[in-house]
């Protein structure tokens, strides 16, 4: 109940809320959903930077005529029957860091998902944990290297959200996760359980998605993100420089991307004596089709065309427990300095957490 001037909205409670985001997938594997959503993806001044009366008419004269068949039918063979398997561990990895969260702060914070582009889209997240209450908001962008394509442009998102909001959560954006330890560690392990299980191949590849070499002479880090988690990794696993290498993948148009292309990088490598490989995306929190279709399928074949006698793909880290450990970590780092949060952590958090029995 209202009870006076200085009381406004007393009686809801003050939530910190945490949302997680990835980039976003179409809502069916059909040419009409793909055009949907390449429409809002490839209009993105952050993610194509190319003068937009130019763009629009490549755009809508070639691309989006062609592009949806051919895409449809790349997400088909990835389909399952819970849907695009982006948006499947997503919702697996937001329900089990709602339960690492709720074991550990109870209903003081709470925690949704949404997609960049397509559906559930970050309008409709932010509009959950305003009705939940949540004055204070955390923003994971689920890309552990930080680029404009990417982390900036969910960013513009929310700020174009909150143009039509009155009352502005604080906010608190996680720009990159890129060097932190426990996700370092979490990949690390994953790894190591592959090697227990496969045996070991001549290199491991670590393939990130690429952007065109523009950004990086524009100032982007990501180039410079991506080889930091592959060295990070490399030492943490003991690989020497020949064991490894960091390639990038998923190029779009013509225009020259970063470079080593996966594509190329796996061409050459049987000529050059390296007869197995295994393939890890460091960069992808979930598997989606540019790693089961284009590092799982597509590249596969580049490889054993070319004289390739084994071609292992290991698996993103989803929803396993040691990324969903390592992501909480990163999160609580960064919930630190929000109050009441920081008392909790210390003294109630252990007690409140057996209360509530601990789920994870
Ligand atoms: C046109 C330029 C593109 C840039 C720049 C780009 C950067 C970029 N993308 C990811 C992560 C993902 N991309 C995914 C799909 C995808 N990417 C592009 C284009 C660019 N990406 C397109 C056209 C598509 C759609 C698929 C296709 O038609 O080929 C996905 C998978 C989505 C899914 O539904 O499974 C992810 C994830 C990053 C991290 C990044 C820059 C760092
Ligand atoms: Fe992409
Ligand atoms: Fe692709």
Same mark, same amino acid.
């Given at each position: @109940?209202?009870?006076?001037?200085? %009381?406004?909205?007393?009686?809801?409670?003050?939530?910190?809320?945490?949302?997680?985001?990835?980039?976003?997938?179409? %809502?069916?594997?059909?040419?009409?959903?793909?055009?949907?959503?390449?429409?809002?993806?490839?209009?993105?001044?952050?993610?194509?930077?190319?003068?937009?009366?130019?763009?629009?008419?490549?755009?809508?004269?070639?691309?989006?005529?062609?592009?949806?068949?051919?895409?449809?039918?790349?997400?088909?063979?990835?389909?399952?029957?819970?849907?695009?398997?982006?948006?499947?561990?997503?919702?697996?990895?937001?329900?089990?860091?709602?339960?690492?969260?709720?074991?550990?702060?109870?209903?003081?914070?709470?925690?949704?998902?949404? @997609?960049?582009?397509?559906?559930?889209? !970050?309008?409709?997240?932010?509009?959950?944990?305003? %009705?939940?209450?949540?004055?204070?908001?955390?923003?994971?962008?689920?890309?552990?290297?930080?680029?404009?394509?990417?982390?900036?442009?969910?960013?513009?998102?929310?700020?174009?959200?909150?143009?039509?909001?009155?009352?502005?959560?604080?906010?608190?954006? !996680?720009?990159?996760?890129?060097?932190?330890?426990?996700?370092?560690?979490?990949?690390?392990?994953?790894?190591?359980?592959?090697?227990?299980?496969?045996?070991?191949?001549?290199? !491991?590849?670590?393939?990130?998605?690429?952007?065109? &070499? &523009?950004?990086?002479?524009?100032?982007?880090?990501?180039?410079?993100?991506?080889?930091?988690?592959?060295?990070?990794?490399?030492?943490?696993?003991?690989?020497?420089?020949?064991?490894? @290498?960091?390639?990038?993948?998923?190029?779009?148009?013509?225009?020259?991307?970063? &470079?080593?292309?996966?594509?190329?990088?796996? @061409?050459?490598?049987?000529?050059?004596?390296? &007869?197995?490989?295994?393939?890890?995306?460091?960069?992808?929190?979930?598997?989606?089709?540019?790693? !089961?279709?284009?590092?799982?399928?597509?590249?596969?074949?580049?490889?054993?065309?070319?004289?390739?006698?084994?071609?292992?793909?290991?698996?993103?880290?989803?929803?396993?427990? %040691?990324?969903?450990?390592?992501?909480?970590?990163?999160?609580?780092?960064?919930?630190?300095?929000?109050?009441?949060?920081?008392?909790?952590?210390?003294?109630?958090?252990?007690?409140?957490?057996?209360?509530?029995?601990?789920?994870?």
């Amino acid at each position: @109940m209202f009870k006076g001037v200085d %009381d406004f909205r007393h009686d809801q409670p003050v939530r910190t809320g945490i949302l997680l985001t990835n980039l976003g997938t179409p %809502d069916a594997p059909t040419p009409s959903a793909l055009r949907r959503y390449l429409k809002q993806f490839l209009w993105d001044p952050r993610v194509v930077e190319v003068p937009r009366p130019l763009w629009w008419l490549i755009l809508h004269g070639v691309i989006l005529n062609i592009r949806p068949r051919r895409s449809a039918r790349a997400y088909r063979t990835v389909w399952t029957e819970r849907g695009s398997p982006l948006l499947y561990h997503t919702q697996d990895q937001c329900e089990a860091i709602r339960a690492y969260m709720h074991a550990r702060y109870g209903e003081d914070v709470v925690v949704e998902f949404a @997609m960049r582009y397509g559906n559930p889209s !970050i309008p409709s997240a932010l509009q959950k944990l305003e %009705d939940q209450g949540v004055r204070q908001l955390l923003v994971l962008p689920l890309y552990p290297q930080y680029s404009g394509a990417t982390t900036a442009s969910t960013f513009d998102a929310i700020a174009q959200d909150f143009m039509q909001r009155r009352w502005l959560p604080e906010l608190r954006l !996680i720009n990159h996760y890129h060097d932190f330890a426990p996700y370092i560690d979490a990949m690390a392990k994953h790894i190591e359980r592959h090697w227990a299980e496969h045996g070991r191949a001549d290199r !491991i590849l670590f393939s990130y998605h690429g952007v065109p &070499k &523009k950004y990086l002479l524009r100032g982007d880090p990501y180039h410079c993100e991506c080889f930091k988690t592959s060295r990070l990794l490399a030492e943490r696993l003991g690989l020497n420089k020949d064991e490894y @290498m960091t390639t990038f993948q998923s190029r779009f148009g013509r225009e020259e991307w970063l &470079k080593p292309y996966t594509d190329h990088t796996l @061409m050459a490598l049987p000529a050059a004596g390296v &007869k197995s490989v295994q393939m890890f995306c460091p960069g992808f929190a979930a598997d989606c089709l540019e790693t !089961i279709e284009e590092i799982g399928e597509e590249n596969r074949d580049y490889f054993m065309e070319a004289g390739g006698e084994d071609y292992q793909y290991i698996p993103c880290l989803n929803a396993e427990q %040691d990324h969903v450990f390592a992501l909480g970590a990163l999160l609580e780092q960064h919930l630190k300095g929000w109050e009441p949060l920081a008392e909790l952590d210390r003294s109630a958090t252990r007690a409140q957490a057996e209360r509530l029995g601990a789920e994870v």
